[in-house]
């Protein structure tokens, strides 16, 4: 019997929702690899990178099932994982390397994108420097340069700034705060629109688009997905921001365009397996890549299976499809 091992970030007891996720999906996909018929371990990947090639050298998997999305509570150690992975020729699911840290650090991302004629919002770096031609007054949104999940993100994260030393100054504030990288992107009030993209036999297979429609039932004076939208199942703003993969025939060239930039992203950043694209699209109809997600949640609620049922595939097709990519 081959052996599968899932990685995973570790997860205490008393940490955020954003990271408790993390082990719903240890559960999830253990129980279908087991169903596949995979000897099934998992192991918590640490910052002691000697132990836990240790313990993958005495567990000596077939493949490992990489659900890694921080370490120490940070995702700026995300490449760590796959780089060991890498290191020790172990095969693994979803993206390499190269691809977790061109897509985790958020600015580095937005710079690869401009030079690669990919429109994404102008941006202010924490240190002042403008990207993309930022211009003053405007509406910007101060968002954490590594963390996904939308960690920091609130309805005071909307700002306005009428100069570079007040846009300084509400980065400042988040940096404070959290203790993290931030900096301040122009803001879209638009259209929000996921992307998911699945790896199979033919190629990269592009699932059904999925729009946040954002409701007055929410209460928001900003239209963003922030963290209680996103995590926290009881709020006004989780209940008022659903996800929808309705819509009219007009959208279908809209559509169309989404699906090729996320291809373009897809082949720009070297990713594989599975991964998504999140947009916004302004009052012209131009969309925007906010971020590029190259390990989404595989939770059986994620937006990423959603997709993946609206296209035809069950939650167990969707794991075998990546198992069988490696």
Avoid at 199 to 211: H, I, K, N, S, T
Avoid at 293 to 314: E, K, M, Q, V, Y
Wanted: glycine residues 12%.
């Amino acid at each position: 019997m081959k052996k599968a091992l899932i990685l995973h970030s570790p997860v205490s007891p008393d940490a955020p929702d954003d990271e408790q996720d993390t082990m719903e999906q240890v559960r999830e996909v253990s129980a279908e690899l087991d169903a596949m018929g995979f000897d099934t371990v998992s192991l918590a990947f640490s910052l002691n990178m000697e132990l836990v090639r240790n313990q993958l050298l005495e567990q000596r998997p077939d493949f490992v099932f990489n659900l890694v999305e921080s370490v120490d509570g940070q995702d700026r150690f995300i490449i760590l994982a796959p780089a060991l992975l890498e290191s020790m020729g172990i095969p693994f699911t979803g993206s390499g390397s190269r691809a977790v840290m061109g897509t985790t650090c958020k600015t580095a991302a937005k710079g690869l994108m401009l030079a690669s004629g990919i429109d994404t919002p102008p941006w202010v770096e924490q240190g002042g420097e403008a990207r993309g031609g930022p211009v003053f007054p405007g509406t910007f949104i101060v968002k954490s340069v590594w963390d996904h999940a939308s960690v920091g993100l609130d309805q005071d994260s909307v700002v306005q700034a009428g100069s570079r030393d007040r846009l300084a100054e509400a980065i400042g504030q988040k940096v404070r705060m959290y203790g993290r990288e931030f900096f301040a992107e122009g803001f879209i009030d638009g259209r929000e629109f996921n992307i998911s993209i699945i790896d199979g036999d033919a190629g990269p297979e592009v699932l059904p688009p999925a729009e946040i429609r954002f409701q007055e039932s929410a209460g928001m004076a900003h239209r963003i997905v922030d963290y209680s939208a996103k995590w926290r199942g009881n709020s006004k703003e989780y209940i008022g921001t659903p996800r929808s993969f309705d819509f009219p025939p007009d959208d279908g060239p809209l559509l169309s365009r989404l699906a090729g930039v996320s291809l373009e992203c897809r082949r720009l950043f070297g990713m594989a397996g599975y991964a998504r694209v999140d947009f916004r699209v302004d009052g012209a109809g131009v969309p925007w890549v906010l971020e590029v997600n190259a390990n989404p949640c595989l939770t059986t609620d994620s937006g990423f299976i959603a997709a993946a049922l609206r296209g035809g595939l069950d939650y167990s097709g969707v794991i075998r499809r990546i198992v069988g990519g490696i």
